[in-house]
């Protein structure tokens, strides 16, 4: 596919490819702006008007073509749950519009070329987040000062914010509103980097990238860490190497060394023990998938609706004595919303984007089930970096990055 008309020139796409990769980060999960929900949705609706707009204008876009078509029919089946549900919530239209923005963006770059981006842009991120994040364990409370976010349950740095309520400041949580979602986003840049653009950065990215994810203190973050790794080390031959099993054997013992601190191990793994006062977090991710499966058993096509779902939910977890909950399962909350056609959509799409980063077979499954343990682990069902990922798992434009590009 060509390059979008709006995007001719190697400069623009190089300020395209870098504003779009900053939207994708620090607008619909992160904290980073001192600004309410209501402002970032307006703000998103208009940039996917004018992607619609862009779009349209586009002489190399072809309506016929099968891309084309699915995103269309997948845009087309979540208005139609809106109108049978007669729901008027506008959560509709502003996953539509993330969806806009993502198809305009696979359309104008290659995955290569966006995750090239991503994976700097990145980096930059997780150096200054773990320099203030070691700044704070000085105790000197200077995160005070700056301006709140978040309907005022943060304080923003940009690249962090800080909880306000939280007694500890002891995991590293970027520029997000929980260490969960910043272990997504940093997985994916480490994805990126294994599999598609290790050659353009040195080991220090890499290295880079898995301190972020350790600070992050997530049981879920190291354990989608440790199968990206096993997978690129599978990628990279089909049998270790005496020097990659070695470092390999380095990097399990460095963990183990880690965890075998008391205060860290009861830090990531305590929430598994009922017994711990974390374990309401791990119950009310587990009790998402289930309470939204049961909604969608009843509802299996068309789904009950976005609202509905989720009022169903929270009810449950009500009744569960559960005072949060209904936003930590990204897949079954689409499938009870939506229905299965509209969620089975979003499964092929993320299966695909697994399968073009990774080679070989069982790299191409590990990816994906890593994309699926951690966007279920969290609600990213209006995130535009997931729906992103979607409209480059239906987008056809998988050419390899190129120095113009970069």
Not at 66 to 86: D, G, R
Not at 231 to 245: G, P, Q
Not at 354 to 361: D, H
């Amino acid at each position: 596919m060509t390059d979008n008309i709006f995007l001719n020139t190697s400069l623009k796409k190089k300020r395209f490819s870098l504003w779009m990769v900053l939207l994708c980060i620090f607008v619909t999960d992160a904290m980073s702006f001192p600004v309410s929900q209501n402002v970032k949705v307006l703000f998103i609706s208009f940039i996917g008007l004018m992607a619609l707009l862009q779009i349209i204008l586009d002489k190399t876009y072809k309506p016929t073509a099968f891309e084309n078509q699915i995103v269309v029919i997948y845009i087309l089946l979540i208005l139609f749950v809106q109108f049978i549900h007669f729901d008027f919530s506008l959560s509709y239209e502003y996953k539509i519009f993330q969806l806009l923005i993502g198809l305009l963006i696979a359309r104008s770059l290659s995955i290569p070329t966006f995750g090239y981006r991503y994976v700097q842009v990145m980096k930059v991120v997780v150096i200054l987040s773990i320099l203030i994040w070691l700044l704070l364990a000085t105790g000197i409370p200077f995160w005070q000062y700056f301006p709140e976010s978040g309907e005022g349950d943060y304080h923003t740095m940009f690249f962090y914010v800080v909880m306000k309520d939280l007694p500890d400041k002891i995991r590293n949580f970027g520029p997000f509103y929980e260490p969960g979602i910043y272990q997504i986003y940093l997985n994916v840049a480490l994805a990126f980097y294994l599999f598609s653009v290790k050659k353009y950065f040195s080991k220090f990215t890499l290295y880079i990238l898995i301190v972020g994810i350790i600070s992050t203190f997530s049981t879920a973050g190291y354990f989608c860490m440790s199968l990206l790794l096993i997978a690129y080390k599978y990628e990279e031959s089909n049998k270790l190497s005496i020097k990659n099993a070695f470092i390999l054997l380095f990097f399990l013992t460095a963990i183990l060394l880690l965890l075998s601190n008391p205060a860290i191990d009861e830090l990531v793994f305590g929430k598994l023990s009922i017994e711990n006062s974390s374990y309401k977090s791990f119950a009310i991710r587990l009790n998402d998938i289930i309470y939204y499966f049961d909604v969608w058993k009843s509802n299996p096509i068309f789904g009950a609706g976005f609202s509905s779902a989720y009022d169903t939910v929270m009810d449950m977890h009500f009744f569960g004595n559960f005072k949060y909950g209904g936003n930590t399962s990204t897949t079954m909350r689409e499938l009870a919303s939506y229905g299965i056609i509209v969620g089975g959509i979003s499964i092929i799409a993320i299966f695909i984007f697994a399968k073009r980063l990774a080679k070989k077979r069982l790299s191409k499954f590990i990816v994906f089930a890593v994309l699926l343990i951690m966007i279920n682990c969290e609600g990213m069902v209006l995130s535009l970096f997931l729906n992103t990922i979607i409209c480059f798992g239906l987008s056809t434009n998988n050419h390899k990055l190129s120095s113009n590009s970069a």
